[in-house]
Structures are given as structure tokens and as C-alpha cells.
């Protein structure tokens, strides 16, 4: 039986009269997104006074869960606890996986994460057992397929602090990546607050075949839509295409949704997830599914005429799509095989190559792997074996235990393969590389999600490569990028494209050790944060704001191109940070580039003249009470979904980001600190500003709707106004004079 199963049948039982009143209100038929946020809005379909307009109107849900990972979790529950609320008013999960970092193999790098993270793990544990939060040890899987296997449910409507939750569009969830601060607000039972989604409608037409699979699509569609193409938005699919594709590899679409940049991803209720439910013990939920069916897809007036109610329209032809490869340093650079190992010898980029990596959270199902092993296993008949390092990371450790029970772990051995643990080492900076020194250029290829420059191994001379699991293991067997292996032979054998088994015939091997339900009344469970910490530390409310301080104000830096996320707060080592945002700070935006001198993390201080790390000269500029601002270009913070990004410059001074576009998320989370979030009125003001600029920005004429002047003022007398546009409303405004959400919640 699921997890939450009562929760699940409210929802259900609720369906259809909010679909109902939806219809009503809207005088239309209706997308499948659509009805499942009407069905969570806060209140009725029927109280509201008008339609929200879509990318502009702010709407207050009602998530039915929240889901955190380690890393993430740690911040969220410090804010938590910083609110003084008892217990979480919704099902709140807390899994570890992102500190566990790969290096030797599955067995002693779960061994050694234990002991490294001790403190952190018993931290988070011990706060899940307080506050009634169902807690997932290390070893029991990545967030992502843990949820998949147990939470997700069609129709729900789920909040995660991380990026990658839209897995559960998968399951015909509506999954949300969010901070810390977004997912206290739920646990604490208050509205939660959206922005009402755009619709991008996908039609899937035609049927998978030969090399291509579910991953294919979403890199195609990365390469149509580009980073920031989906930002704002849903993406749903529809379409007699979707029946090309199992559950998990509708995960595994949803879920690289995050690259870009849309809200969430989302397919419709099928047999599909039916068959994914049972087998995953949760025939309950699949029963419950199947008669409110009707309501868990798009209408048919909006599937035979998308065009009339989507705000966006892309067609796939699935029969005549090819394996695709996105990269290197971004997501959305997307070639057909046949024009990518051209463009390897075009670009000179190194074609040998170094690693292959399956697994993760996206592509860790049973099908991939057992895709995989199929490959593997004709190719070790033959005689062949990888000729690049080889690696596998199993999604959770019913998917671990369950293809080693079949036999796949063995086949994938079989050909050079070696197994990590169930965690996200390789994808998020945790992956200790021996084969090559940070400098030289490389090649790597995997199934992840993400490559920004240094994030799989700190390097920034890897060049990371995006593809099929499939695409991966035919790579890894030539060890040559410029070898089209579905169309070349490897030393005379040709290899076949594989077929796969959707779900294990003898069922999964349930993970009975991975989780720990909270004691029933945690009142007297203690949770203890040394003072003398390197790791935690209790967190201090923000400031409210003084209107003095916002005039001339240096710019700390001046970003240059692409700066996301791993930009402005870095992964992999920093991790063990992240309860700890005095010492986290010592990463803020370290790899940014200055545009003054092209350089990362040497910037300017205006009281000294002299160059220095850009945490060094924020931390100086603090100590004398001079506030401070950054600049940057498109798209600034896309990427993961870490508030930390957002705190550090808040904790040492920031005031404001101002820039030419902000990705969702990170513009949210700014917000939530205290932090103004600024755009450009006019992107060609960016030019205007000057290393050695003062400005200044008159907070008393912050309102909802209307722009606000920025004063520049230039080191040899001249001046400039310029305009500015926020997207705040009159509640955020209000985090905003609190100091932070946070201080509004905890009533500061």
C-alpha cells in the first residue's frame, strides 16, 4: 500500500468537482495542467473573481507534499526550525544523496560518506524525527527515483528542493523545484506561491524505434527551447506518442524538463503509470487513478486543437528522431548522432573518450538498465569490452538490488562496468577522478542532465557530453567520439539496438532498510548543533532594510555571460558546507567572470584598488558597512535549486541582483532572503556600468507594477538614471520590508 494513501483518496475524491467548477470559471475545455492546479489552489475554483492570467497573475496552491535532499534539506530545516512550528502540516520526506561522492565503488564510498558526514546525517535525522518528517538513509536512493517509487501519484501536486523534482511528471504529477524557503512555507501549512505557468504544449507523434529513447526527446527539445525557453512555463505532453514511452521514461523526460527552465513537465494518466503503480506496490493508487481517469489527461477539444489553448505548440516526430548528444558546457547544445562525431573533429574537441556514466536520477530506471545490459551482454559475447572508464549509478537500492537479483548488474560487469553507489556523486561535482588532473582537456559522456563547465569533476577542461544511456554504453565500447556505432562496426561487430523489459518480471526488490518513519510526538527529541561547527550553524534572522543603505553602493562584480547556479555557489567540496552559511559564503560566486578582466573570482575593491576573490572583498565591504550590488546578464541563477545562491550574497551585505533575466527559481529565492531582483527596462544598460560605479536605488518607491529608477554614479563625475522592472507583488514586497519570508513566518 502507498505512503499517504488517505491523502491520496482526499485528492481524488475532490477531483472532479474542482475540475467541474474549473470549467466553469474558465468557459473552456481545459489542458491537463491546468486542471490539476485549479485542483490546488488555495480555496475553490469557484471563489475565484477572475481567471488568473497566465505569466502574470501570482496564485496561492496547496501542495499536497514536500521532498528535500541532503543538501538542500539542511538549509530548509534550519529555516524551519528558526520558525518555531511543532510539527510539518504535510507528508515531508528528507533523503540523502547528495553527499555521498563517488571515487573507488558503491560499497566504500557509502562507508566512507558515513563517517565524513556523520554530524549532518544525525542533524537531518534527528530534526526528521522532530518535526514528522519521513527520513531516507544514505545508501536508499536518489530523491528523485525514491519519490517516483513511493510519493508520486497522478493528479498530486508536489513541492522539492531541488531542480530535477519534476521526475514525478513521470507519474502525471506536477512537481515543483523550489528553495528551502518555498518548501518551510508548506511545511508550516501556508499557501504556497506560484506565478501562474504558461502552457507549452509537446505533441508526440509517431513511435520510438531502433537506437532512440525516452532521453532523446528532451535533449531534442533542449536544443528547440534552449535553457531559458521554458522559463515560466509547464510543458505537457500530449499526443498518440506518449504511448512510446513507460513511466520511468517519462521520468526521465520530466525530469531533464529542469534544463530548460521550465516549472514543471508533465505527462498524461495511462496504462503506463498503472503498470508502474502496481509494481511498485501502490495498485491501490493505480485503482484510484483509473476512475477519475477522465480527469488526469488533457481535454479532447484540447488535443485536437492545441494550438487554441496552449501558448506554445512543438511537434516531435518520434519515428524519424535520432539519438541526440548535448554539449559541451550546456544542455541545450543538441546534435543528432551523424551531425555530432562531425562536430567532435569540427571543434576539436577531444575525441577520445575518458568516461562513460549511466545511472542517476534520470536515468536509472529498470528499462535503461536492463537496455544497457542488453548491449552489454551481446557485446561481451563477442569479445569486447569498454575501452573507456566505465560507470553505473543504480537510482535507489530497490533498483540496485532488483537487477542484481536479474542479472543485469552482472552483464554491465561484464564489459568493464563498475557500480557507485545510489546516490548523485558523478552529477554533482562528487566524483573524485583519478584518470586525469584538473587542467587537462577530456571527454566524458553520460545520462545525467546537467554539464555546466565543472560540474561532474571540478575540472573545467571535462568536456561533458549529454545522451541516452544506450548512446553512452555505444561510445564507451569505441572510446572514440568520432565513431557512429549504430552505424560502424567495433572491431568488425556490429551492434544491435536494444529492446529492454519495462519492469522486472518478478517484481522489485523492496528497500526495507532505507527508511525511518518519525516518532509519533517528537517533542522531546532534541536536536543539538555544537557551537564550535564547521558544518551547522544556527541561523541568524536578516535585517529589515534601511533605506540609507541602498545609496552608493559598489558593484561587487560585474557577471560576463552564462551564470548559473554552480557559478554563483558551487557544488561538489562546498557541499559539506551547506548547513553552514558563514562558511558556504566562502564560495559566493567564485566562478563568475569579471567582465573588467575576464576572470573568475578577482574583482575590484573601490576603498583599496587591489584585486581580490570576490567572498574576500563582499566580506571587507561588510566589515564597513557599505552595501553592495551585482550585475549580470540572461538567464542569471539558472540551474539547480540551491538558496544558497541567494543567502550568501544576502549574508555578506548584498542588497540587490540586477540583470538582464533571471531563471525562476533563483529569482524566487532572492525574493524569499530579503534580496531585490532587478531586471534591465532596457537589456543595452547592462554596457553602462562601470567596475568602479557607485549606485544607488531609492527602496521608499518600491511598488507592485512600477518600475524604479537606479541612479549610476560613474568615478570621473558623470551620471545616469536608468529604469529598472521587478516582478514583485504587494506580498513579496511585504518579505521584502520583513527582511526575509522567513521573519514574516516567525512573526520578527
Same mark, same amino acid.
Request: glycine share 8%; aromatic share 8%.
Given at each position: 500500500?502507498?505512503?499517504?494513501?488517505?491523502?491520496?483518496?482526499?485528492?481524488?475524491?475532490?477531483?472532479?468537482?474542482?475540475?467541474?467548477?474549473?470549467?466553469?470559471?474558465?468557459?473552456?475545455?481545459?489542458?491537463?495542467?491546468?486542471?490539476?492546479?485549479?485542483?490546488?489552489?488555495?480555496?475553490?475554483?469557484?471563489?475565484?473573481?477572475?481567471?488568473?492570467?497566465?505569466?502574470?497573475?501570482?496564485?496561492?496552491?496547496?501542495?499536497?507534499?514536500?521532498?528535500?535532499?541532503?543538501?538542500?534539506?539542511?538549509?530548509?530545516?534550519?529555516?524551519?526550525?528558526?520558525?518555531?512550528?511543532?510539527?510539518?502540516?504535510?507528508?515531508?520526506?528528507?533523503?540523502?544523496?547528495?553527499?555521498?561522492?563517488?571515487?573507488?565503488?558503491?560499497?566504500?564510498?557509502?562507508?566512507?560518506?558515513?563517517?565524513?558526514?556523520?554530524?549532518?546525517?544525525?542533524?537531518?535525522?534527528?530534526?526528521?524525527?522532530?518535526?514528522?518528517?519521513?527520513?531516507?538513509?544514505?545508501?536508499?536512493?536518489?530523491?528523485?527515483?525514491?519519490?517516483?517509487?513511493? &510519493?508520486?501519484?497522478?493528479?498530486?501536486?508536489?513541492?522539492?528542493?531541488?531542480?530535477?523534482?519534476?521526475?514525478?511528471?513521470?507519474?502525471g504529477m506536477i512537481a515543483i523545484g523550489v528553495g528551502g524557503a518555498d518548501a518551510v512555507d508548506v511545511m508550516a501549512g501556508l499557501p504556497w506561491e506560484l506565478k501562474m505557468p504558461k502552457l507549452i504544449g509537446v505533441k508526440l507523434t509517431g513511435k520510438m524505434n531502433g537506437w532512440t529513447s525516452a532521453k532523446d526527446v528532451i535533449l531534442k527539445l533542449a536544443g528547440i527551447l534552449t535553457v531559458k525557453g521554458g522559463t515560466g512555463a509547464i510543458v505537457e505532453y500530449f499526443g498518440e506518442g506518449c504511448a512510446s514511452f513507460s513511466a520511468t521514461g517519462k521520468g526521465t523526460i520530466c525530469n531533464m524538463g529542469a534544463e530548460i527552465g521550465a516549472t514543471t513537465s508533465i505527462f498524461p494518466f495511462d496504462e503506463s503509470m498503472a503498470r508502474y503503480l502496481e509494481s511498485t506496490d501502490r495498485a491501490d493508487v493505480a485503482d484510484l487513478a483509473r476512475q477519475v481517469a477522465e480527469h488526469l489527461r488533457a481535454d479532447d477539444e484540447v488535443i485536437a486543437n492545441p494550438e487554441e489553448y496552449y501558448d506554445q505548440v512543438i511537434h516531435i516526430d518520434l519515428t524519424s528522431l535520432e539519438p541526440h548528444i548535448n554539449g559541451p558546457f550546456t544542455p541545450d547544445r543538441a546534435m543528432p548522432i551523424s551531425e555530432f562525431v562531425q562536430a567532435v573533429k569540427q571543434n576539436n574537441w577531444p575525441a577520445e573518450l575518458r568516461v562513460g556514466l549511466i545511472g542517476s536520477c534520470t536515468n536509472s530506471s529498470y528499462e535503461d538498465m536492463s537496455r544497457v545490459a542488453?548491449?552489454?551482454?551481446?557485446?561481451?559475447?563477442?569479445?569486447?569490452?569498454?575501452?573507456?572508464?566505465?560507470?553505473?549509478?543504480?537510482?535507489?537500492?530497490?533498483?540496485?538490488?532488483?537487477?542484481?537479483?536479474?542479472?543485469?548488474?552482472?552483464?554491465?560487469?561484464?564489459?568493464?562496468?563498475?557500480?557507485?553507489?545510489?546516490?548523485?556523486?558523478?552529477?554533482?561535482?562528487?566524483?573524485?577522478?583519478?584518470?586525469?588532473?584538473?587542467?587537462?582537456?577530456?571527454?566524458?559522456?553520460?545520462?545525467?542532465?546537467?554539464?555546466?563547465?565543472?560540474?561532474?569533476?571540478?575540472?573545467?577542461?571535462?568536456?561533458?557530453?549529454?545522451?541516452?544511456?544506450?548512446?553512452?554504453?555505444?561510445?564507451?565500447?569505441?572510446?572514440?567520439?568520432?565513431?557512429?556505432?549504430?552505424?560502424?562496426?567495433?572491431?568488425?561487430?556490429?551492434?544491435?539496438?536494444?529492446?529492454?523489459?519495462?519492469?522486472?518480471?518478478?517484481?522489485?526488490?523492496?528497500?526495507?532498510?532505507?527508511?525511518?518513519?518519525?516518532?509519533?510526538?517528537?517533542?522531546?527529541?532534541?536536536?543539538?548543533?555544537?557551537?564550535?561547527?564547521?558544518?551547522?550553524?544556527?541561523?541568524?534572522?536578516?535585517?529589515?532594510?534601511?533605506?540609507?543603505?541602498?545609496?552608493?553602493?559598489?558593484?561587487?562584480?560585474?557577471?560576463?555571460?552564462?551564470?548559473?547556479?554552480?557559478?554563483?555557489?558551487?557544488?561538489?567540496?562546498?557541499?559539506?558546507?551547506?548547513?553552514?552559511?558563514?562558511?558556504?559564503?566562502?564560495?559566493?560566486?567564485?566562478?563568475?567572470?569579471?567582465?573588467?578582466?575576464?576572470?573568475?573570482?578577482?574583482?575590484?575593491?573601490?576603498?583599496?584598488?587591489?584585486?581580490?576573490?570576490?567572498?574576500?572583498?563582499?566580506?571587507?565591504?561588510?566589515?564597513?558597512?557599505?552595501?553592495?550590488?551585482?550585475?549580470?546578464?540572461?538567464? &542569471?541563477?539558472?540551474?539547480?535549486?540551491?538558496?544558497?545562491?541567494?543567502?550568501?550574497?544576502?549574508?555578506?551585505?548584498?542588497?540587490?541582483?540586477?540583470?538582464?533575466?533571471?531563471?525562476?527559481?533563483?529569482?524566487?529565492?532572492?525574493?524569499?532572503?530579503?534580496?531585490?531582483?532587478?531586471?534591465?527596462?532596457?537589456?543595452?544598460?547592462?554596457?553602462?556600468?562601470?567596475?568602479?560605479?557607485?549606485?544607488?536605488?531609492?527602496?521608499?518607491?518600491?511598488?507592485?507594477?512600477?518600475?524604479?529608477?537606479?541612479?549610476?554614479?560613474?568615478?570621473?563625475?558623470?551620471?545616469?538614471?536608468?529604469?529598472?522592472?521587478?516582478?514583485?507583488?504587494?506580498?513579496?514586497?511585504?518579505?521584502?520590508?520583513?527582511?526575509?519570508?522567513?521573519?514574516?513566518?516567525?512573526?520578527?
Open positions: 500500500m502507498a505512503f499517504d494513501i488517505s491523502m491520496i483518496r482526499k485528492v481524488y475524491d475532490g477531483l472532479a468537482q474542482r475540475v467541474a467548477e474549473t470549467r466553469t470559471l474558465v468557459a473552456r475545455p481545459l489542458t491537463l495542467a491546468e486542471k490539476i492546479l485549479y485542483a490546488h489552489i488555495d480555496g475553490t475554483p469557484a471563489q475565484l473573481q477572475n481567471v488568473p492570467a497566465r505569466g502574470q497573475a501570482y496564485v496561492d496552491f496547496l501542495p499536497d507534499r514536500v521532498a528535500m535532499q541532503d543538501a538542500t534539506a539542511q538549509m530548509a530545516l534550519l529555516q524551519f526550525m528558526s520558525a518555531g512550528i511543532p510539527k510539518v502540516a504535510v507528508p515531508s520526506t528528507v533523503h540523502c544523496d547528495h553527499l555521498i561522492r563517488a571515487e573507488h565503488g558503491a560499497q566504500s564510498d557509502l562507508a566512507n560518506s558515513l563517517i565524513e558526514n556523520d554530524e549532518v546525517f544525525n542533524f537531518l535525522g534527528s530534526v526528521s524525527n522532530k518535526y514528522g518528517i519521513g527520513f531516507w538513509k544514505p545508501g536508499a536512493g536518489i530523491i528523485h527515483q525514491v519519490v517516483l517509487e513511493n &510519493y508520486a501519484f497522478p493528479g498530486g501536486m508536489m513541492i522539492g528542493t531541488d531542480s530535477h523534482t519534476p521526475n514525478a511528471g513521470g507519474l542488453e548491449i552489454a551482454d551481446y557485446a561481451a559475447q563477442q569479445g569486447l569490452k569498454t575501452k573507456s572508464e566505465f560507470t553505473i549509478t543504480p537510482g535507489s537500492e530497490q533498483v540496485r538490488a532488483t537487477i542484481e537479483r536479474d542479472g543485469i548488474l552482472a552483464k554491465l560487469e561484464s564489459v568493464g562496468g563498475t557500480v557507485l553507489a545510489n546516490a548523485c556523486g558523478p552529477c554533482i561535482g562528487q566524483w573524485k577522478r583519478h584518470d586525469v588532473q584538473k587542467g587537462d582537456r577530456n571527454s566524458i559522456i553520460t545520462s545525467f542532465n546537467r554539464n555546466f563547465t565543472s560540474r561532474n569533476d571540478g575540472n573545467p577542461e571535462t568536456h561533458a557530453f549529454v545522451a541516452s544511456p544506450e548512446t553512452v554504453i555505444g561510445f564507451a565500447l569505441t572510446g572514440d567520439l568520432t565513431v557512429d556505432f549504430t552505424k560502424q562496426p567495433i572491431n568488425g561487430i556490429a551492434l544491435n539496438p536494444p529492446i529492454g523489459t519495462e519492469l522486472p518480471q518478478g517484481g522489485f526488490v523492496p528497500d526495507a532498510n532505507g527508511f525511518i518513519a518519525p516518532a509519533e510526538d517528537g517533542s522531546a527529541v532534541q536536536v543539538v548543533i555544537a557551537p564550535d561547527s564547521n558544518r551547522l550553524q544556527k541561523l541568524e534572522a536578516f535585517k529589515a532594510p534601511n533605506p540609507e543603505e541602498y545609496n552608493n553602493m559598489p558593484v561587487l562584480i560585474k557577471v560576463k555571460g552564462k551564470c548559473t547556479t554552480d557559478h554563483i555557489s558551487m557544488a561538489g567540496p562546498w557541499l559539506r558546507f551547506r548547513g553552514h552559511l558563514d562558511n558556504i559564503s566562502n564560495n559566493m560566486l567564485i566562478g563568475a567572470i569579471n567582465y573588467a578582466n575576464d576572470t573568475a573570482n578577482s574583482v575590484k575593491n573601490i576603498f583599496t584598488g587591489e584585486y581580490n576573490e570576490v567572498p574576500a572583498v563582499a566580506r571587507d565591504y561588510k566589515a564597513r558597512g557599505t552595501a553592495w550590488v551585482v550585475i549580470g546578464e540572461e538567464n &542569471y541563477g539558472e540551474g539547480s535549486s540551491r538558496e544558497h545562491a541567494a543567502m550568501e550574497p544576502r549574508f555578506l551585505g548584498g542588497k540587490a541582483i540586477i540583470v538582464k533575466s533571471f531563471a525562476r527559481i533563483h529569482e524566487t529565492n532572492l525574493k524569499k532572503q530579503g534580496m531585490l531582483p532587478l531586471t534591465f527596462v532596457n537589456p543595452a544598460d547592462y554596457d553602462l556600468i562601470r567596475e568602479d560605479d557607485k549606485v544607488s536605488i531609492d527602496i521608499a518607491t518600491l511598488k507592485t507594477g512600477e518600475n524604479i529608477n537606479l541612479t549610476i554614479n560613474h568615478s570621473d563625475g558623470t551620471t545616469h538614471t536608468i529604469e529598472l522592472k521587478h516582478t514583485m507583488n504587494q506580498q513579496q514586497i511585504g518579505w521584502f520590508k520583513a527582511g526575509s519570508a522567513l521573519n514574516l513566518i516567525a512573526g520578527r
